[in-house]
């Protein structure tokens, strides 16, 4: 038997499902008659054109020319046209497909939808969240992947809206920017001179600053975040106005509160080019900790602070000044943020990774009450 037989099956070319070009080809050939109305091209040659088996050609023509008519409720033969066949066996691959995890464990897309609409969980936060904790043996649990979720959200099968989620409606746009160098009064703590204990989040200690603004007309008060990069811990600062002073002034009462503690919680900041961070050396003024600067234009170099930043935009939207919020209700933000599980911590809570990394709770208790007592000052 010839080798160039390729009708014959084998693993390459079992279960192949026609695709919508392939069915535009058979439709072609089909209709490529001689004088007498025969067909040029039977099923064996369709079959070896496109590389299928010939009983694959001889089902799909047999398949969608029998149609059903809804008035009469009887079926006729049609001509076998390439749109028709792709959306009918569209239709009945759709019904073929097993029940939706989401909508057999009713328990577990509860969970789900409470997690994301009260709690405010990402899908992916939810899923290691239950791995960790063994939820999938719960009764009424099953594993499950994000993805699953995602698309539960978007086909409806679970009662949650794109509006409930903080990033299924967004479409994020960032324009890549090539670097340029420090000014030279910023060149001795560029960020290129920042060591991989730092770079690698091996110990804590390490905090990116930004700060966030509500309003962009006129003078209104502002946020100043710190984010400690190896444990994601947040700290959420009101100033009354984006200066260079107001961040001065509230690094000094942060040094007043903290005494000899200061120096070993905060043994570097790294931070952007934002005018309001001109005065840097006030900031390390008669301390130890050490201060770096991202390129221009190249805020993703701190994006442990940018990704915490953007979570803050969720509570407080863009345009939205400052003054609307309260001191607890900063303190709540950043409370929600701190007991929240991230997938860069194996999906524990910044809160717990703080825990584990002071045996004096006299030290976790100054930092976890550090906002609190500033934002009060």
Same mark, same amino acid.
């Given at each position: 038997?010839?080798?160039k037989?390729?009708?014959?099956?084998?693993?390459?070319?079992?279960?192949?499902?026609?695709?919508?070009?392939?069915?535009?080809?058979?439709?072609?050939?089909?209709?490529?008659?001689?004088?007498?109305?025969?067909?040029?091209?039977?099923?064996?040659?369709?079959?070896?054109?496109?590389?299928?088996?010939?009983?694959?050609?001889?089902?799909?023509?047999?398949r969608?020319?029998?149609?059903?008519?809804?008035?009469?409720?009887?079926?006729?033969?049609?001509?076998?046209?390439?749109e028709?066949?792709?959306?009918?066996?569209?239709?009945?691959?759709?019904?073929?497909k097993?029940e939706?995890k989401?909508?057999?464990?009713?328990?577990?897309?509860?969970?789900?939808?409470?997690?994301?609409?009260?709690?405010?969980?990402?899908?992916?936060?939810?899923?290691?969240?239950?791995?960790n904790?063994?939820?999938?043996?719960?009764?009424?649990?099953?594993?499950?992947?994000?993805?699953?979720i995602?698309?539960?959200?978007?086909?409806?099968?679970?009662?949650?809206?794109?509006?409930?989620?903080?990033?299924?409606?967004?479409?994020?746009?960032?324009?890549?920017?090539n670097?340029?160098?420090?000014?030279?009064?910023?060149?001795?703590?560029?960020?290129?001179?920042?060591?991989?204990?730092?770079?690698?989040?091996?110990?804590?200690?390490?905090?990116?600053?930004?700060?966030?603004?509500g309003?962009?007309?006129?003078?209104?008060?502002?946020?100043?975040?710190?984010?400690?990069r190896?444990?994601?811990?947040?700290?959420?600062?009101? %100033? +009354?106005? $984006? /200066?260079?002073? =107001?961040?001065?002034n509230?690094?000094?009462?942060? @040094? *007043?509160?903290?005494?000899?503690? &200061?120096?070993?919680?905060?043994?570097?900041?790294?931070?952007?080019?934002?005018?309001?961070?001109?005065?840097?050396?006030?900031?390390?003024?008669?301390?130890?900790?050490?201060?770096?600067?991202?390129?221009?234009?190249?805020?993703?170099?701190?994006?442990?602070?940018?990704?915490?930043?953007?979570?803050?935009?969720?509570?407080?939207?863009?345009?939205?000044?400052?003054?609307?919020?309260?001191?607890?209700?900063i303190?709540?933000?950043?409370?929600?943020m701190?007991?929240?599980?991230?997938?860069? %911590? +194996?999906? $524990? /809570?910044?809160? =717990?990774?703080?825990?584990?990394?002071?045996?004096? @709770? *006299?030290?976790?208790?100054?930092? &976890?009450?550090?906002?609190?007592?500033?934002?009060?000052?």
């Amino acid at each position: 038997m010839s080798d160039k037989n390729i009708t014959l099956k084998t693993k390459e070319n079992q279960y192949h499902h026609l695709t919508k070009k392939e069915r535009i080809i058979i439709e072609s050939l089909i209709n490529q008659k001689d004088s007498s109305g025969k067909r040029l091209f039977n099923n064996t040659y369709i079959a070896n054109y496109i590389k299928v088996n010939k009983s694959t050609i001889s089902r799909e023509l047999k398949r969608r020319k029998e149609r059903m008519i809804i008035r009469s409720g009887k079926t006729k033969t049609m001509p076998y046209t390439a749109e028709y066949a792709q959306d009918d066996a569209s239709f009945k691959r759709g019904l073929s497909k097993g029940e939706y995890k989401l909508r057999k464990f009713k328990k577990m897309a509860k969970f789900i939808e409470d997690k994301i609409k009260n709690d405010k969980w990402a899908p992916d936060v939810i899923v290691g969240y239950m791995k960790n904790h063994n939820m999938f043996n719960y009764y009424g649990f099953t594993s499950i992947t994000t993805p699953t979720i995602y698309n539960a959200i978007r086909f409806g099968i679970i009662n949650v809206k794109l509006e409930d989620t903080r990033r299924m409606k967004y479409k994020p746009e960032y324009e890549y920017k090539n670097k340029t160098d420090l000014p030279e009064s910023k060149a001795l703590y560029s960020i290129n001179n920042r060591p991989d204990k730092i770079n690698n989040r091996q110990y804590f200690g390490h905090f990116e600053l930004d700060t966030v603004i509500g309003t962009k007309k006129g003078k209104h008060e502002c946020l100043m975040t710190l984010t400690e990069r190896k444990t994601q811990f947040e700290m959420i600062f009101k %100033l +009354n106005c $984006k /200066t260079s002073i =107001e961040v001065v002034n509230k690094f000094n009462q942060i @040094k *007043n509160f903290m005494k000899s503690n &200061y120096d070993k919680i905060f043994k570097s900041i790294t931070t952007d080019n934002g005018t309001e961070f001109s005065d840097f050396l006030s900031i390390i003024k008669d301390t130890k900790t050490k201060i770096y600067f991202c390129h221009p234009y190249c805020s993703g170099e701190k994006g442990t602070n940018e990704k915490n930043n953007s979570i803050i935009r969720y509570f407080i939207k863009k345009g939205m000044p400052i003054e609307n919020y309260s001191n607890e209700d900063i303190n709540k933000i950043a409370e929600w943020m701190n007991n929240y599980p991230r997938k860069i %911590l +194996n999906y $524990k /809570t910044p809160l =717990e990774c703080l825990l584990e990394e002071f045996k004096n @709770k *006299n030290t976790i208790n100054k930092i &976890y009450k550090l906002q609190e007592k500033i934002n009060c000052i």
